[in-house]
Every structure is written in C-alpha cells, then in structure tokens.
C-alpha cells in the first residue's frame, strides 16, 4: 500500500498523511476512552476537492473509509475498528464559514468547523444558529449533521435535520454533489440531503452545508423549577406550552441522583435550593417581546403550576450570570458521571405522554433485578428525550458492573420499545448499536436500510461496519 499513500500525499500534502502509530492515537480513540481502534492511516484534506480525490484514490485500492469530525461521538461511530485496514478522513481542516446571507437567514458552512465557532460567527451578524450542546467546543457541524444531533433547544428549533437546507457531499465514488441550496420549499424529487443528514458518513462525506439563522431573540429567561416527580414534570411542560407555545426555548428534566452528583463533582457551584427535592426541570423562555413580557409569562406558568401542586419551588435567574450558573448545573451531569466513575448509558426517546410511567417502571424493573444501582435521569424532557444512566451501586466495583451492560440495555431497551419508543434519539447507532437496532425495527426496515446503502455505496467502504 505504500504506492496509495505516496498518492494520498501528492494529493494533501505530506504533512496532512499521518501514520505513526502515536499521531493518530487520538483519531481513533473513543471520547468516552472506552475503545481504541486501528487505522492504516489518518488523512486530513483541507477541501472538498481534496475529500473527492482521497475518496477516488480509497475506490481504486479498496480502502475503506471512516469520515471524522470532532471525534465526540458516543456510539462508536467515527473511530475504526480493530482491523487495521481503514483509514480515518478528519474533516478538521474544512474549517471555512463560505457565506453568511442575512437577507435569507441562512449561513454556508464547511463541514470541520465547530459548533461553538458558527454560534459566534452568526451571533457577530446579529443572527442566532440555536443548536447547542455540551460538546459545542469541540464538535463539528459535519458530525452534528452526520448523526442528526439534538441538544437543548429542539423543542423550538429543531434538531439538526431541520436546521440544514443544503448540502456538499462526495459521494462513495469521489464525485461531489453540489446540493448547496438556501430554499426553504424544493420540491423537485427525492429530498437526497436527508439521506445523508444522520446516516453516520455510511452513504458519503458530508464537506459542507446551508444552516438556518434566526433573528436574536430580545428576551432570554430561565428558571429552575423543583418537582416531586416526572408526573409533574410532564403535567409542567404542557401547562408551559399552553402559556408560552413558541417562546418555550428548552425544558430538561434532572433527578435528585443527578444533581447530587453534580453538586459533589463540582462544589463551587452555588446551590439553587435549600433542600434536596425529587426531580427539577430547568425552564427557558425566549422571544422578541421585551423582558418585562417575557418575566411576567415566566411567573404565570410557575404561579398556575404551584397553584396545582406541581411545582414544589421555583428560582428564576435575575441576571444573565444566574441564568448561565443554572444552566451550568444541568450541564455538568455528564462530567460529573463521569467522574463518578463508569456507568451504563442509554440516548432514547419516548413519546412525552408516556415518559413518567416508563421512568417509574423501569426504575423499579431495574431495582428488582440489579439492588441498589443508581439512576442518572436527566436529559431534554420538551422533545421526549431522556438520558437515562445506570451507574452502579456503592461499593461496586465498575469492573464488575459494566460486565452487566447487555442485561441491562435489553432490560431498558425492551421497555422503551414497549412504551413506542427509540433506543437511540441523538447519539445515532454507529457500531455501539448497530446489532442491536435489529431487535427492534422490523424487518422490511432493514431491508430498505440496506437498499440505500448498497445502491450509494456498493463497494461497502463508507464507515463499515456502522449503521447498518
């Protein structure tokens, strides 16, 4: 192979060709350092004509490709597996905003450029790109389209998916489609860019996209609101929908366990409440009305939610500091976790209706078959979307624990399928799921699944083994 790599350096640059063993250690390691895969090499074009000739040469020798943006991923999805025989395409150096149209409220964007990056790009236009996530720092907007991601404001916006008007893609054979399109209404044929918008880089290489912009909102309110159950929460979510409809921006649900960690994890964190209570959501209002519009719609739901007993107490930041701190408290449950020590995680969605009930069974149906273990609910309760953690019991080791992991998925998974849900809801499948999923879609779903795969990439060397 030395003849392809030799090529894979005309066509980049030497410089952008890593094959030491040491270099590439971060490529294909998983966030959650969890697994280390194996790549011939690690290649980093700087343009979409540089992905399509890389993609070329990969076609010619039978190389199998594995597309990667800020590598923080969950799933499995943009990491090699232990073979040996791929290589990494890091989509790092894609790193350009091409256009910001403020007339359309759209922005073009290269597929490396970071999240956090597009914020503060639109932000400086007077514009708002709203999809945000704890991993905004270091995440790509190629891998937030790639897996379809979430975050904390679809309740209004959207994930993703409805944030991207077009796209640039190379397709398995190295040609570019030029999809590139800032229209909200094309109805000319097959919509191809919601084929690749969360196919996990199997079917082709998202290079760059078309996201929406939204005006500033002149209003930003949060609160944090104690519950004594996800009941209440759900009871608490329609009742905010009913007053406020649009303006309700996020609604993230968080259990005492969950709190309780971030509070001895992160101590400097000033304490919302007195006491400990049950559950909390975290409520946030925006809009173009002025403040005192939006504080008065703010304590009309909370006042009319302590008036039926669902809300237990309530804070409502004063500032814009307050505001970030709370919001801080529901951010760092995941780096508390972690700090905590392994645990089993689980990304899925439920229809809201049925939320409360399948928190309440599976707690206990998780209880009676594993004593003790520890439950960190926490997750985006305005759009179904719960992140539901199993960390074990005290005094357990996390060796011990882990070797439990596919008891307890088919225990949780089996009850979010039972309750006409989805085992995964922002994460995507990658390799982590990918057998998984089998269980649970039928199976004319997979079939067509794998029709689209095999006719976009019949030489199966887009991201193997991920998906499907």
């Not at 379809?148 to 796209?167: D, K, M, P, Q, S």
């Not at 199993?390 to 996390?398: A, C, G, Q, R, W």
């Amino acid at each position: 192979m030395d003849h392809f790599l030799s090529l894979c350096q005309n066509a980049i640059g030497t410089n952008n060709v890593l094959t030491n063993e040491f270099d590439m250690l971060p490529f294909v390691t998983d966030w959650r350092q969890r697994a280390i895969g194996k790549a011939f090499a690690v290649l980093k074009p700087g343009s979409s004509t540089e992905v399509a000739a890389l993609v070329k040469l990969c076609a010619r020798f039978s190389v199998s490709i594995v597309p990667q943006g800020g590598n923080t991923g969950l799933v499995l999805g943009s990491i090699p597996d232990q073979s040996g025989k791929a290589v990494v395409l890091s989509l790092k150096r894609l790193n350009c905003i091409r256009d910001i149209d403020v007339a359309n409220n759209t922005m073009t964007v290269e597929a490396g450029c970071l999240l956090a990056q597009i914020q503060e790009a639109a932000r400086l236009a007077g514009r708002l790109y709203p999809l945000s996530l704890a991993s905004e720092g270091s995440c790509t907007i190629g891998g937030n389209l790639s897996t379809n991601a979430g975050g904390t404001a679809v309740l209004r916006y959207g994930n993703a998916r409805e944030l991207c008007l077009g796209l640039e893609v190379v397709t398995a054979g190295g040609e570019i489609w030029d999809g590139l399109r800032g229209l909200r209404k094309d109805n000319t044929g097959y919509d191809l860019r919601d084929l690749f918008i969360g196919a996990e880089g199997t079917l082709g290489v998202i290079t760059a996209a078309v996201i929406k912009l939204f005006p500033q909102p002149k209003a930003q309110l949060t609160a944090f609101a104690a519950l004594a159950s996800p009941d209440a929460g759900v009871a608490l979510l329609g009742l905010a929908q009913q007053h406020c409809n649009a303006m309700l921006t996020g609604f993230e649900l968080m259990s005492d366990f969950s709190m309780r960690l971030v509070k001895k994890h992160f101590p400097q964190l000033p304490p919302v409440f007195g006491k400990a209570y049950p559950h909390y959501v975290l409520l946030e209002l925006s809009g173009h009305d002025t403040e005192e519009y939006t504080m008065a719609q703010m304590e009309k739901i909370l006042s009319a939610a302590m008036e039926q007993g669902l809300v237990q107490d309530a804070v409502i930041a004063s500032s814009v500091e307050q505001s970030q701190t709370l919001w801080q408290w529901r951010e760092r449950i995941s780096a508390a976790q972690a700090a905590e020590g392994k645990n089993i995680k689980h990304d899925i969605s439920l229809p809201a209706s049925h939320i409360a009930i399948f928190i309440t069974e599976t707690d206990m149906l998780l209880q009676q078959a594993f004593p003790g273990c520890r439950m960190v609910t926490f997750g985006h309760l305005g759009d179904g979307n719960l992140h539901y953690n199993v960390s074990p019991p005290e005094n357990t080791s996390d060796l011990d624990f882990i070797q439990q992991q596919e008891s307890i998925n088919r225990l949780v998974h089996d009850s979010v399928h039972r309750f006409h849900g989805s085992i995964s809801a922002e994460h995507g499948l990658g390799a982590l799921k990918k057998e998984e999923i089998c269980r649970y879609k039928s199976s004319l779903e997979i079939q067509l699944m794998r029709s689209i795969k095999n006719a976009l990439d019949p030489d199966q060397l887009m991201n193997p083994g991920k998906v499907i």
